[in-house]
Antibody
Framework: EVQLVESGGGLVKPGGSLRLSCAASGFTSSSYTMNWVRQAPGKGLEWVSSITSSDTYIYYADSVKGRFTISRDNAKNSLYLQMNSLRAEDTAVYYC????????????WGQGTLVTVSS | QTVVTQEPSLTVSPGGTVTLTCASSTGAVTSGYYPNWFQQKPGQAPRSLIY???NRHSWTPARFSGSLLGGKAALTLSGVQPEDEAEYYC??????????FGGGTQLTVL
């Protein structure tokens, strides 16, 4: 059974840092494109970042470029999002989602982890 | 800045049919944008419904179908059920380096 479980969210002050994790099971995450998607309270979905299979390409939304870094640890079958210089507008539930990029196919999502940026 | 536009809200009667659309500010939506559709209910994570324009996942009920319609991606629900009341989002892939979600459509079944 495919599962994605996010962790690492919490309350952080503006300018602070946080590292989110997404533990994958039931499949080998390095064989897929993995994405981070966020949702601010009461708002819609926003794509944040993608890392393609074998880490060939990495992409970021303009809103997080230069501040966030996506990575993965194949040995742990895990995806990460290092978030630096956090702002109030980064407050959101962060989801990881699996994508088969060659098919244009998003399929499995995690349950999300809440990040709150506030003083 | 690329904008993907959906109807903010739609209402449908149980058993009826409704079509949600997804438009791109860059022009006509084609299969090359690999449109995906997602359903999200309050307090839940999004659930994938349709990928690459018109392909259902194994868990997607047959009453959900995807297509291209008049230069937009479209999601049609036929024989709507009360449990279909939810927010629906489309996602377009602009060459892999940029993915953009629509603003979402709140579907009310009344």
């Amino acid at each position: 059974e495919v599962q994605l479980v996010e962790s690492g969210g919490g309350l952080v002050k503006p300018g602070g840092s946080l590292r989110l994790s997404c533990a994958a099971s039931g499949f080998t995450s390095s064989s897929y494109t993995m994405n981070w998607v966020r949702q601010a309270p009461g708002k819609g979905l926003e794509w944040v970042s993608s890392i393609t299979s074998s880490d060939t390409y990495i992409y970021y939304a303009d809103s997080v470029k230069g501040r966030f870094t996506i990575s993965r640890d194949n040995a742990k079958n895990s995806l990460y999002l290092q978030m630096n210089s956090l702002r109030a507008e980064d407050t959101a539930v962060y989801y990881c989602a699996r994508e088969h990029r060659g098919l244009g196919r998003f399929d499995y999502w995690g349950q999300g982890t809440l990040v709150t940026v506030s003083s | 800045q690329t904008v993907v536009t959906q109807e903010p809200s739609l209402t449908v009667s149980p058993g009826g049919t409704v079509t949600l659309t997804c438009a791109s500010s860059t022009g006509a939506v084609t299969s090359g944008y690999y449109p995906n559709w997602f359903q999200q209910k309050p307090g839940q994570a999004p659930r994938s419904l349709i990928y690459s324009t018109d392909n259902r996942h194994s868990w997607t009920p047959a009453r959900f179908s995807g297509s291209l319609l008049g230069g937009k991606a479209a999601l049609t629900l036929s024989g709507v059920q009360p449990e279909d009341e939810a927010e629906y989002y489309c996602l377009l892939n602009y060459g892999g380096a940029q993915l953009v979600f629509g603003g979402g459509t709140q579907l009310t079944v009344l």
